[in-house]
């Protein structure tokens, strides 16, 4: 019976260490992708600083949009490239329409590609910092404002800004 006991306490305390582990997971990646630049992740706000504008170079922008499972309607950047110079302000406008009888709320998660260029993109607005309601049969345009930072590598010269549209309606709906 003792024996029983311990193999009990030891399938506990590793039960205990598991969810301990996996609950400490999400911050420990994402001090793991701020150290490291992965997965692309951009900063939730810039301040916007004195610049100059690097009149010596030209960086591509490629804009793309997805959309989860199931959400209709569509999400469209205004333009599919931009060449920009590091320092000078842009705007891109996203549209979203919501042909469905029922209002949404949406929620956009940028990413960037390659992801070092990520800790280079500045962006003083966007609809992606919080969520966005829209009304049934309606259409919405949703600004981003933004600037490459001059301290972009060299070898750097095209990266895709990405966004994917998911609906949250009802998590919304139950945080209200």
Known sequence: MAHGNKIAVRLGLLAVAMFGFGFALVPLYDVF??????????????????????QQRLVTVEFVTYQSSGLQG???????RLQVRPGE????????SNPG???????????VSPGLAAGYLRKTECFCFQEQPIAARAEAVMPMRFYVDQALPADIEVFTLSYTLYDISEQAAAGS
Not at 33 to 54: F, H, Q
Not at 74 to 80: A, E, Q
Not at 101 to 111: E, G, K, N, Q
């Open 33 to 54: 992708c701020d150290i490291t630049g992965l997965n692309g992740k951009t900063a939730t706000s810039a301040a916007v600083e004195s610049r100059l504008v690097d």
């Open 74 to 80: 569509d999400f469209t950047p205004s333009v599919r």
């Open 89 to 96: 302000m842009h705007q891109v406008d996203f549209t979203v």
């Open 101 to 111: 009888s029922d209002a949404r709320v949406l929620r956009a998660i940028p990413s």
